[in-house]
Protein backbone atom coordinates (compact mmCIF):
# COMPACT_ATOMS: atom_id res chain seq x y z
CA UNK A 1 0.00 0.00 0.00
CA UNK A 2 2.71 2.37 0.80
CA UNK A 3 3.88 1.50 -2.80
CA UNK A 4 1.01 3.33 -3.97
CA UNK A 5 0.26 5.78 -2.16
CA UNK A 6 3.64 7.60 -1.05
CA UNK A 7 4.28 9.19 -4.68
CA UNK A 8 0.38 10.20 -4.77
CA UNK A 9 1.04 11.91 -1.50
CA UNK A 10 4.30 13.11 -2.46
CA UNK A 11 3.11 14.90 -5.74
CA UNK A 12 0.32 16.24 -3.86
CA UNK A 13 2.04 17.90 -1.52
CA UNK A 14 4.27 19.27 -4.23
CA UNK A 15 0.92 20.64 -6.31
CA UNK A 16 0.42 22.76 -3.24
CA UNK A 17 3.54 23.96 -2.01
CA UNK A 18 4.33 27.77 -2.59
CA UNK A 19 7.01 26.63 -5.26
CA UNK A 20 4.42 24.85 -7.63
CA UNK A 21 4.57 26.12 -11.21
CA UNK A 22 2.36 26.00 -13.97
CA UNK A 23 4.42 23.68 -15.99
CA UNK A 24 4.72 20.62 -13.46
CA UNK A 25 1.12 20.09 -13.19
CA UNK A 26 0.63 18.55 -16.66
CA UNK A 27 3.43 16.05 -16.29
CA UNK A 28 2.33 15.70 -12.96
CA UNK A 29 -0.85 14.18 -13.57
CA UNK A 30 0.44 12.29 -16.45
CA UNK A 31 3.08 10.48 -13.90
CA UNK A 32 -0.32 9.86 -11.79
CA UNK A 33 -1.64 7.92 -14.36
CA UNK A 34 1.11 5.64 -15.48
CA UNK A 35 1.26 5.19 -11.61
CA UNK A 36 -2.13 4.03 -10.99
CA UNK A 37 -1.93 2.12 -14.81
CA UNK A 38 0.92 0.20 -12.53
CA UNK A 39 -0.87 -0.81 -9.79
CA UNK A 40 -4.12 -1.77 -11.97
CA UNK A 41 -2.01 -4.79 -13.04
CA UNK A 42 -3.03 -7.70 -10.66
CA UNK A 43 0.47 -9.23 -10.69
CA UNK A 44 1.25 -5.58 -8.91
CA UNK A 45 -1.34 -5.24 -6.21
CA UNK A 46 -4.19 -6.71 -4.93
CA UNK A 47 -7.28 -3.31 -4.98
CA UNK A 48 -7.05 -3.87 -8.81
CA UNK A 49 -10.62 -4.16 -8.95
CA UNK A 50 -11.35 -0.57 -7.43
CA UNK A 51 -7.80 1.09 -9.56
CA UNK A 52 -9.39 -0.29 -12.87
CA UNK A 53 -12.76 1.23 -11.92
CA UNK A 54 -11.58 4.74 -10.67
CA UNK A 55 -9.21 4.60 -14.16
CA UNK A 56 -12.12 4.18 -15.77
CA UNK A 57 -15.06 5.52 -14.51
CA UNK A 58 -16.88 8.25 -16.39
CA UNK A 59 -18.36 10.36 -13.25
CA UNK A 60 -17.21 13.25 -11.36
CA UNK A 61 -15.79 10.44 -8.98
CA UNK A 62 -13.58 9.03 -11.86
CA UNK A 63 -9.68 9.89 -12.59
CA UNK A 64 -10.78 11.47 -16.07
CA UNK A 65 -12.89 13.86 -14.74
CA UNK A 66 -10.48 14.75 -11.94
CA UNK A 67 -7.65 15.33 -14.80
CA UNK A 68 -10.10 17.43 -16.98
CA UNK A 69 -10.56 19.79 -13.87
CA UNK A 70 -7.19 20.09 -12.54
CA UNK A 71 -5.14 19.99 -16.12
CA UNK A 72 -6.27 23.62 -17.50
CA UNK A 73 -5.08 24.32 -21.10
CA UNK A 74 -2.56 26.60 -19.64
CA UNK A 75 -0.74 23.78 -17.98
CA UNK A 76 -0.18 21.73 -20.83
CA UNK A 77 1.26 25.27 -22.72
CA UNK A 78 3.23 26.17 -19.84
CA UNK A 79 4.62 22.40 -20.07
CA UNK A 80 5.18 22.98 -24.05
CA UNK A 81 6.71 26.27 -23.54
CA UNK A 82 9.50 25.35 -20.75
CA UNK A 83 12.52 25.01 -23.60
CA UNK A 84 13.23 21.76 -22.14
CA UNK A 85 9.74 20.22 -23.21
CA UNK A 86 9.87 21.65 -27.00
CA UNK A 87 10.17 18.64 -28.34
CA UNK A 88 7.16 16.94 -26.38
CA UNK A 89 4.35 18.18 -28.76
CA UNK A 90 3.92 15.54 -30.66
CA UNK A 91 3.37 13.08 -26.78
CA UNK A 92 0.28 15.13 -26.06
CA UNK A 93 -2.56 13.31 -26.95
CA UNK A 94 -4.48 14.78 -29.80
CA UNK A 95 -7.11 16.32 -27.65
CA UNK A 96 -4.97 17.90 -25.64
CA UNK A 97 -2.81 19.48 -28.74
CA UNK A 98 -6.91 21.27 -29.40
CA UNK A 99 -6.86 22.58 -26.38
CA UNK A 100 -3.48 24.18 -26.55
CA UNK A 101 -4.59 25.46 -30.10
CA UNK A 102 -7.73 26.43 -29.35
CA UNK A 103 -6.29 28.35 -26.15
CA UNK A 104 -3.68 30.30 -27.87
CA UNK A 105 -6.53 31.01 -30.76
CA UNK A 106 -8.46 32.99 -28.34
CA UNK A 107 -5.99 34.58 -26.33
CA UNK A 108 -3.32 35.76 -29.42
CA UNK A 109 -3.41 36.83 -32.49
CA UNK A 110 -2.20 34.34 -35.33
CA UNK A 111 1.40 35.53 -35.31
CA UNK A 112 1.80 33.81 -31.97
CA UNK A 113 0.00 30.91 -32.88
CA UNK A 114 2.26 30.62 -36.17
CA UNK A 115 5.65 31.14 -34.04
CA UNK A 116 4.08 28.66 -31.79
CA UNK A 117 3.77 25.99 -33.73
CA UNK A 118 7.24 27.12 -35.61
CA UNK A 119 8.65 26.41 -31.83
CA UNK A 120 7.69 22.62 -30.95
CA UNK A 121 7.61 21.32 -34.48
CA UNK A 122 11.59 22.00 -34.67
CA UNK A 123 13.44 19.19 -35.45
CA UNK A 124 16.82 19.96 -33.45
CA UNK A 125 15.98 22.64 -30.91
CA UNK A 126 14.24 26.18 -30.57
CA UNK A 127 17.21 28.20 -31.89
CA UNK A 128 18.41 31.15 -30.29
CA UNK A 129 21.13 32.37 -28.75
CA UNK A 130 23.31 30.92 -26.58
CA UNK A 131 22.61 33.13 -24.06
CA UNK A 132 19.22 32.05 -23.52
CA UNK A 133 20.18 28.42 -23.55
CA UNK A 134 21.84 28.75 -20.40
CA UNK A 135 19.18 29.68 -18.61
CA UNK A 136 16.93 26.86 -20.07
CA UNK A 137 16.06 25.75 -16.20
CA UNK A 138 14.55 29.00 -15.52
CA UNK A 139 11.57 29.50 -18.41
CA UNK A 140 10.76 32.98 -17.84
CA UNK A 141 14.44 33.98 -17.70
CA UNK A 142 14.86 32.07 -20.86
CA UNK A 143 11.40 33.75 -22.58
CA UNK A 144 12.72 37.25 -21.78
CA UNK A 145 15.35 36.66 -22.93
CA UNK A 146 14.21 35.47 -26.24
CA UNK A 147 11.98 38.32 -26.70
CA UNK A 148 14.62 41.29 -25.70
CA UNK A 149 16.85 39.47 -28.22
CA UNK A 150 14.44 39.21 -31.40
CA UNK A 151 13.11 42.95 -30.98
Not at 21 to 29: G, I
Not at 37 to 61: G, Q, W
Not at 81 to 92: Q, T, V
Request: proline letters at 4%; aromatic letters at 16%.
Amino acid sequence: MKKLLEPIHKWQKMSESTHASLHYVYPRWIQLHAHLMEFSDPANFCFVDDIRAYLTRKDSHGFEFRLKRQVQDVHILAYILDPNNYSKWKDIIPTNQERVTEFLSKYSGSEVLEAFFYYVNQEEGFHTTKQCWKHVNNPKLFWNLSASISS
